[in-house]
């Protein structure tokens, strides 16, 4: 096993993922013995208490055990599990604490963001090939599947919320941001309906599929709606009475509270707000904000079974419009 040392990675951390990974690639099985303590500490040039350190952090992770008898030896399969996601905010931590709450604690979990930039994304996916036992992935694009998850053995990738491509050879769990937007909209007509004028606002540069906008078009011409789309900052003229905003940001969702409050319109009579992704936030904001949403704590609690189990999962989560005081 040869392990390489570098100044950005501790010691310990090191000669752990060195022996993790040769265990995952089969380089060593469950029963080979590993040198001694002071074999290792000889052979990789390290100290005793380094080489001690890593053995009680793969004992820990039950990857290895020992015995005066045998001395330390592989246990295990190593249970090391890359969570691949776009972007930090507040539905993505409840996606990652019901996720890391529901696998066993000897797994191991490196989480790492990859900020929609594709470059990272495929450089991040690239260096981790072959040193994780799962892998979970938001892909960096709604419309197009990277290449280089097809790199990584089907059974071992699960794919989230991003979808709509091919990936029927692939576990994944989704969102539908297109007719599940129109279906939650029409599940509140009623209450919708007092509000004449349905505004998107949707800034360019965001992420967000482009596709469900058309959908909202469609829901606005099959019910008689009036509508806007908002893509530039530049035509954001401040709410109107009678207008019911749906947002995607928390920024937008903040301005859109600020110029209600500026114009004195009633927020919920007046005007009308639904922000897309619930957030335990919204609940207490003014009378509740409402939300289009999925359970991103469901997704989590979902991904930690396809990761414990290893069971083959194609499903769709349920988009709901939660009704608050905002509408």
Not at 124 to 145: H, P
Not at 259 to 278: H, Q, R, T, W
């Amino acid at each position: 096993m040869k392990v390489n040392f570098n100044h950005s990675t501790s010691k310990i951390k090191t000669l752990t993922d060195s022996i993790s990974l040769s265990i995952m690639q089969g380089k060593l099985r469950v029963g080979d013995n590993l040198l001694s303590i002071n074999d290792a500490s000889s052979k990789y040039k390290v100290s005793r208490d380094t080489v001690f350190k890593a053995y009680n952090e793969l004992k820990r992770l039950g990857v290895i055990d020992s015995t005066p008898q045998k001395g330390y030896f592989v246990k295990g399969e190593v249970n090391r599990v890359l969570l691949l996601l776009d972007t930090y905010s507040p539905f993505k931590k409840d996606l990652y604490h019901r996720f890391a709450d529901n696998i066993p604690e000897n797994y191991k979990v490196d989480l790492i963001f990859h900020q929609y930039n594709e470059n990272l994304f495929e450089t991040i996916l690239t260096e981790s090939i072959g040193k994780y036992s799962m892998y979970i992935v938001m892909n960096f694009s709604n419309d197009k599947l990277s290449e280089t998850l097809r790199s990584i053995p089907a059974g071992k990738l699960l794919l989230l919320d991003f979808g709509d491509f091919e990936k029927s050879d692939f576990s994944f769990i989704c969102q539908d941001f297109n007719q599940a937007l129109y279906d939650s909209l029409k599940s509140g007509i009623e209450t919708i309906r007092k509000f004449r004028k349905l505004v998107f606002v949707f800034p360019e540069d965001l992420r967000h599929p482009i596709s469900s906008i058309d959908y909202f078009k469609q829901f606005c011409a099959d019910f008689d709606f009036e509508y806007e789309l908002v893509r530039k900052s530049t035509e954001w003229k401040g709410v109107k009475e009678g207008s019911l905003y749906l947002c995607i940001t928390t920024e937008d969702m903040v301005k859109i509270v600020k110029d209600a409050n500026l114009s004195g319109c009633k927020l919920g009579s007046e005007i009308g707000l639904i922000s897309y992704n619930d957030d335990p936030v919204l609940e207490i904001i003014k009378n509740g904000i409402s939300s289009i949403s999925i359970d991103f704590g469901l997704m989590g609690e979902m991904a930690a079974q396809f990761v414990k189990t290893k069971e083959a999962i194609q499903e769709y989560l349920p988009t709901k419009l939660i009704v608050r005081g905002s509408i």
